[in-house]
């Protein structure tokens, strides 16, 4: 069933105020199951947006021009692996906003790779796969799980994946069980 209002060009949720009457209610960490998988929505890489990041944050030849891009391993325009990780988390933090999850955020990733290029015009796919689920010792009030997360292109190609750290509330009054 879906819950959202639909999705814009990028895969975020659309209207989800008027959608949440229909949604379950908030998703706690009793909630969660190893093994869970999740398809956060997906992401169109835009020509313009590629250029701007990297005129920002990555000032490398072959993300700014297609002539420089020529002469290296891309061939062409090639958005830096850490716009694909903005676009990537634009998506997450989209469907989690929309969906009602106790997050409390994230302390870290681990094991970032960048299996192959993302050019303008392609659409990023964004899935997560729960691999772990751990109750705080310290803070009874929250929990964390580790969720395996895979970017695709609109081929299927994985482009990027890394394991995400998420802290998350648990469900008020199950503290202690």
């Known amino acids: 069933m879906r819950v959202d209002g639909g999705l814009d060009r990028h895969g975020a949720s659309v209207a989800p105020s008027r959608a949440r009457r229909y ?19 997906h992401y169109e890489v835009i020509r313009e947006e590629v250029i701007e990041f990297a005129q920002k944050y990555d000032v490398q030849p072959f993300h700014l021009s297609d002539e420089a891009a020529a002469k290296t391993h891309f061939g062409r325009l090639a958005a830096s692996g ?10 997450i933090s989209r469907y989690v906003v ?8 994230s302390p870290g990733i ?18 997560g796969r729960i691999l ?20 695709s292109n609109q081929d299927g190609d994985p482009v990027m994946t890394f394991t995400s750290i998420v802290l998350i509330r648990r469900r008020p009054g199950t503290e202690n069980s």
Do not use: C
């Open 23 to 41: 949604a379950p209610s908030m998703i706690y960490f009793e909630d969660l199951e190893v093994g869970a998988e999740t398809n956060f929505g």
């Open 110 to 127: 681990d094991e970032l790779r960048w299996k192959k290029p993302v050019y303008p015009g392609d659409t990023l796919h964004v899935r």
């Open 132 to 151: 772990e689920t751990t109750p705080s010792r310290s803070r009874p009030e929250m929990g964390s799980f580790r969720t395996q997360t895979t970017v």
């Open 98 to 105: 929309g969906h009602e999850q106790a997050g409390l955020g």
């Open 82 to 91: 850490w716009h694909t990780a903005a676009m990537t988390m634009a998506v």
